[in-house]
């Protein structure tokens, strides 16, 4: 199985607040997870990542938790800000069959950060 | 500066007018690729070319063509679009990653295209 679920579609957080944005995957051989940050007019660029190994990573505000058992992993933003505004995309890299190490995405989190 | 450099940036045609999206990066990467967005449906893997003159489909590649004669550029290319293939369009790139770090995709700032 191939597909990234990303949930929820749409968040809306007070300044201030936790955001939290999940994702769940089914094929075991994802070996990279990396989250993207969508600025309206912009590309997605990196915002931080993790691999399987590790139940935790965090950079800052942001934090992606792994649960490798569970085949979930989630984003935290902490004290977010209005200028978190932006649209989120959980991935998943998988050297299965064919696929070359390519990136499947979720279909994005839309973040509104109220002032 | 590094950076994937795509044009146009905004792009309206017809039905079966053939069009060509020039992407272009200057980080001497291998791996190159084009993804469009949809509302709700994310970020769709066109075509992806893992070097020079090597090319393959993604998860969405029909109506499209790539070709990749130099690790610079990779252009997309709509022989005939349809008003299906509106859509915001993104090109990327990065370095293979050899199972050590972790690998970064560089995404270009995107092609609106309308197809009338």
């Known amino acids: 199985q191939q597909q990234v679920k990303q949930s929820p579609q749409s968040l809306i957080v007070q300044k201030g607040g936790i955001s939290i944005i999940n994702c769940a995957y089914e094929?075991?051989?994802?070996?990279?997870f990396p989250w993207y940050q969508q600025f309206p007019g912009k590309g997605p660029a990196l915002l931080i990542a993790?691999?399987?190994?590790?139940s935790e990573k965090k950079e800052g505000r942001f934090t992606i938790s792994f649960n490798k058992s569970a085949k979930q992993f989630s984003l935290h933003i902490m004290d977010s800000q209005p200028g978190d505004s932006a649209t989120y995309f959980c991935?998943?890299?998988?050297?299965?069959?064919?696929?070359?190490?390519?990136?499947?995405f979720g279909k994005g989190t839309k973040l509104s950060v109220k002032p | 500066e590094a950076q994937v450099t795509q044009n146009p940036r905004y792009l309206i045609t017809v039905t079966g007018k053939k069009l060509t999206v020039t992407c272009s990066q200057n980080?001497?990467?291998?791996?190159m690729s084009w993804y469009r967005q949809d509302p709700g449906l994310g970020l769709r893997q066109i075509y992806y070319?893992?070097?020079?003159?090597?090319?393959d489909k993604g998860d969405v590649p029909e109506g499209y063509k790539v070709s990749r004669k130099e690790k610079r550029n990779f252009p997309l290319i709509l022989e005939s679009p349809s008003p299906n293939q509106t859509s915001l369009y993104f090109c990327?790139?990065?370095?293979?990653?050899?199972?050590?770090?972790?690998?970064?995709?560089?995404f270009g700032s995107g092609t609106q295209l309308s197809v009338l």
């Open positions: 990327a790139s990065k370095t293979r990653d050899r199972g050590i770090g972790l690998e970064k995709l560089f």
């Open positions: 094929n075991t051989a994802f070996d990279y």
């Open positions: 993790i691999r399987p190994d590790v």
């Open positions: 991935a998943a890299r998988g050297y299965y069959g064919g696929s070359q190490g390519n990136l499947i």
């Open positions: 980080m001497n990467h291998e791996y």
């Open positions: 070319s893992m070097n020079v003159e090597v090319t």
